[in-house]
């Protein structure tokens, strides 16, 4: 005989006064992703004290909680081409949600799935937005780009207002990013400057960006900083790196220039794409290098970015 599923009533600590609905539950039920959060409040299966409520929600000491059964399928579900294949845009976008508020998106993008629509594209981010469109008609808005084949998190503007000032932080450089990512083999020194030029290639290679000498056709200075977190031995390195120019495929060639071979279907770079500065964890299956960290300004001036994205601490699979 199957136990049933049991509704709980939570009660407010004094210490959590003040604390918004949405990091109260990243707290006690930290399996609970975001997306499934903002499904749970849309349905009014969440409430406090009775009434409905959103992830920004200010708890205050007393308030009771209504929290629905939560079990294991609740979890973040770490998405690939094949598990979104048969499942609807919107509910895609959904399971991959970070964070949301009136301005923004912050969604995990899975590898293999494009920002935007190309040659032989049916499906992609831009298009799966349609599914958000409001009812004056307004869709959200790209503000960046994160490669075909890279899995991370991608910034999404809700208004035009917010879409302006992120592009402005990316194309003044003042959104500052910071990767990690996982080589095979142990860079010496451990910690350094890359400094080269780069082109992009002819042919096939045309698509990718390689190491030149300076004076070279379309030769591009390029420069990045590294430095090593941890390692296995010699074979494998947690690094840090931080683009200071940012060139196609920068980080990817200059790895290669190092002396760690680049390989696409093994270098997967994730950004993770957010206001403050977070970190991510464990990398996915079969992924042996991976990357992450990006600080950005939140489109409302009024507003402490770090504080205004703190929820999507520990919510990113990475």
């Given at each position: 005989m199957t136990a049933k599923a049991i509704v709980s009533q939570k009660a407010v600590a004094s210490d959590e006064t003040g604390m918004r609905l949405d990091r109260w539950f990243k707290m006690h039920y930290p399996g609970l992703g975001f997306g499934q959060l903002q499904k749970l409040l849309r349905s009014g299966q969440i409430?406090?004290?009775g009434g409905r409520?959103?992830?920004?929600?200010r708890l205050a000491v007393g308030q009771t909680v209504r929290v629905p059964p939560i079990g294991e399928s609740s979890a973040p579900k770490h998405q690939t081409m094949n598990t979104i294949r048969d499942r609807d845009d919107r509910t895609v976008i959904e399971e991959a949600m970070l964070y949301e508020d009136d301005l923004v998106m912050v969604i995990n993008k899975p590898a293999g799935l494009a920002v935007q629509g190309g040659s032989g594209l049916n499906r992609h981010v831009d298009g799966m937005l349609e599914a958000f469109r409001d009812r004056k008609g307004q869709k959200p808005r790209l503000v960046h780009r994160i490669d075909r084949d890279t899995s991370g998190i991608l910034v999404i503007a809700k208004t035009r207002k917010a879409a302006a000032d992120l592009s402005v932080a990316f194309r003044s450089r003042t959104a500052k990013k910071v990767y990690?990512?996982?080589?095979?083999?142990?860079p010496k020194p451990l910690q350094g400057r890359i400094s080269t030029y780069m082109a992009r290639g002819e042919g096939e290679e045309a698509d990718r960006m390689n190491i030149v000498k300076h004076?070279?056709?379309?030769?591009?200075?390029?420069?990045s900083l590294y430095s090593v977190v941890e390692h296995a031995g010699q074979a494998v390195a947690w690094v840090a790196m931080k683009p200071v120019t940012g060139r196609t495929h920068q980080l990817r060639a200059h790895a290669a220039h190092i002396g760690h071979h680049r390989?696409?279907?093994i270098f997967q770079c994730r950004e993770l794409g957010i206001a403050g500065r977070h970190t991510g964890s464990t990398a996915s299956p079969g992924a042996t290098d991976s990357a992450a960290a990006s600080e950005r300004r939140h489109p409302r001036r009024d507003r402490a970015a770090a504080a205004a994205y703190a929820a999507i601490l520990g919510g990113a699979r990475i």
């Open positions: 409430r406090v004290d409520v959103k992830t920004n929600t990690w990512a996982l080589l095979r083999g142990l004076g070279d056709n379309a030769a591009q200075h390029s420069v390989r696409p279907e």
